[in-house]
C-alpha cells in the first residue's frame, strides 16, 4: 500500500508560479514511480510528470518541460512539481499518483495508487 497527499494548491496569476507537494508513505513507495496528472473541468486526466523513485528518472511531456520540473526529496519522502509561467489553460485538479512497479510512464492505467488532489486555478 502507498499512501499519497497532495498540497501546495491555490490560486495565482497568469504567469505566476506554485510548487505542489506529495507526500508518499507506506510499505513500497521507495520502489515506485510517483506521476503528476491534472484534470481540468469537462476533460480527461492528463499525464503531467513522473519520477522513479529510486533512480530520480524522469519523464515529462516536451509540452510542459520548459515550465514544469519534478523534483523528489528523499529525507522529506516527498515529490514536487514545480509549475513555472503558469496559463490559465493549466487550471485544473492536480492529482499524484504511484506506479509500484516503478516504471516511469505517461500510462494513467498503469498507476495504481491516487491522492485526493490539490486544485490549481490561473486567474487572466
Known amino acids: 500500500q502507498v499512501q499519497l497527499v497532495e498540497s501546495g494548491g491555490g490560486l495565482v496569476q497568469a504567469g505566476g508560479s506554485l510548487r505542489l507537494s506529495c507526500a508518499a508513505s507506506?510499505?513500497?513507495?521507495?520502489?515506485?514511480?510517483i506521476g503528476w496528472f491534472r484534470q481540468a473541468p469537462g476533460k480527461e486526466r492528463e499525464f503531467v510528470s513522473t519520477i522513479n523513485w529510486s533512480t530520480g528518472k524522469t519523464y515529462s511531456p516536451a509540452s510542459l518541460k520548459g515550465r514544469f520540473a519534478i523534483s523528489r526529496d528523499n529525507a522529506k519522502n516527498t515529490v514536487y512539481l514545480q509549475m513555472n509561467s503558469l496559463k490559465p489553460e493549466d487550471t485544473a485538479v492536480y492529482y499524484c499518483?504511484?506506479?509500484?512497479?516503478?516504471?516511469?510512464?505517461?500510462?494513467?492505467?498503469?498507476?495504481?495508487?491516487w491522492g485526493q488532489g490539490t486544485q490549481v486555478t490561473v486567474s487572466s
Open positions: 507506506g510499505r513500497t513507495f521507495s520502489n515506485s514511480a
Open positions: 499518483a504511484a506506479d509500484s512497479s516503478g516504471l516511469v510512464t505517461d500510462i494513467r492505467t498503469r498507476y495504481d495508487y
